[in-house]
C-alpha cells in the first residue's frame, strides 16, 4: 500500500492519500484548497491516478479541494450522503466499501461532531475525521453537532475496534500524527467518561470561540470549495 499524511499548517489538517500499488489508483481524504497543487503533483511523482478525493464531514475551518481536484484530475468527489454539499459526485452510506483497487475501505456512519461525519476503515488503521482526534474529540456545539450521538460513534463503533487499530484523524494541533484506538482508550481525558450523560455534559460545558474561517468555509465546502455556493 501507498500511504502519505500530508499537514496543511494553517487549519493543522491532516489529508491522506492512499493508493494499493504504484502506478494504480489514487484515493485522497480531506484534501485542502491551498493544497490543491501539491497534491496534484505527489500524485504524479507518485505514478499515481486520482479516482476519488473525499471529505469526512463539511469542514468548517478550511476549505476543501474537492472541486478543485475534480476540475484538475476529473476524479470523483465523495461525502456522505447527509451532506448538504450537492456538488459532490458520491453520497457514502454506512457500511459501503470504497474501492481503489484491491484496497477496500469500510465505510462508518460516525455522526456527532457534524451529522454529516464519517469514519473510514481499513483493516489496521481508521480515519476518524473530526470524530476521534488524538486525545480530545471534535467539537459538537455546531453544524447540527450532537454530543449524544458523538459518544454513540465513540463507545458504539470506533472503540470496539481491535485495540491495535491505527488512528488516523482529520487534525492534530499537538504535533501528534498517529495514535491507536487502545492509547485513545486509555489516555483520552474525554472518553474517561462514566456514560453518555456524563459525556454530554462534558462536552456541553466547553466553551470554544468559532473557527476564524467558518462563516467563509461551510458555504465554500458545500460548493466543494468552489466560489459560488
Ligand atoms: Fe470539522
Redesign the pocket.
Known amino acids: 500500500m501507498i500511504f502519505r499524511q500530508l499537514f496543511d499548517h494553517e487549519s493543522s489538517t491532516y489529508t491522506y492519500l492512499l493508493a494499493d500499488r504504484k502506478g494504480g489508483e489514487a484515493l485522497l481524504i480531506d484534501p485542502v484548497l491551498e493544497q490543491t497543487d501539491k497534491y496534484v503533483r505527489l500524485v504524479e511523482e507518485l505514478g499515481l491516478r486520482l479516482v476519488m478525493a473525499v471529505d ?6 478550511h476549505v476543501t479541494a474537492l472541486g478543485a481536484l475534480r476540475d484538475h484530475t476529473g476524479c470523483a468527489t465523495a461525502m456522505g450522503e447527509q451532506t448538504k454539499a450537492d456538488c459532490v459526485s458520491l453520497r457514502l452510506r454506512d457500511g459501503e466499501r470504497v474501492r481503489i483497487d484491491d484496497l477496500a475501505l469500510e465505510v462508518l456512519y460516525t455522526p456527532g ?2 451529522d454529516d ?1 464519517y469514519s473510514l476503515l481499513l483493516p489496521d488503521r481508521v480515519f476518524t ?2 470524530t476521534l482526534l488524538i486525545r480530545g474529540t ?2 459538537t456545539d455546531f ?1 447540527n453537532g450532537d454530543p449524544a450521538a458523538q459518544y454513540d460513534s465513540l463507545f458504539g463503533r470506533l472503540l470496539r475496534l481491535p485495540d491495535d487499530t491505527f488512528v488516523y484523524p ?2 492534530d494541533y499537538n504535533g501528534m500524527t498517529v495514535s491507536t484506538i487502545g492509547e485513545e482508550k486509555a489516555h483520552n481525558p474525554r472518553l474517561q467518561v462514566r456514560g453518555k450523560q456524563e459525556y454530554v455534559e462534558l462536552m456541553n460545558g466547553l466553551v470554544l470561540s468559532s ?1 476564524r474561517l467558518m462563516d467563509v468555509a461551510v458555504p465554500a465546502n458545500r460548493a466543494c470549495g468552489r466560489k459560488s455556493a
Open positions: 469526512t464531514h463539511i469542514h468548517a475551518d461532531h457534524t461525519s475525521g473530526d471534535g467539537r453544524q482529520a487534525h473557527p
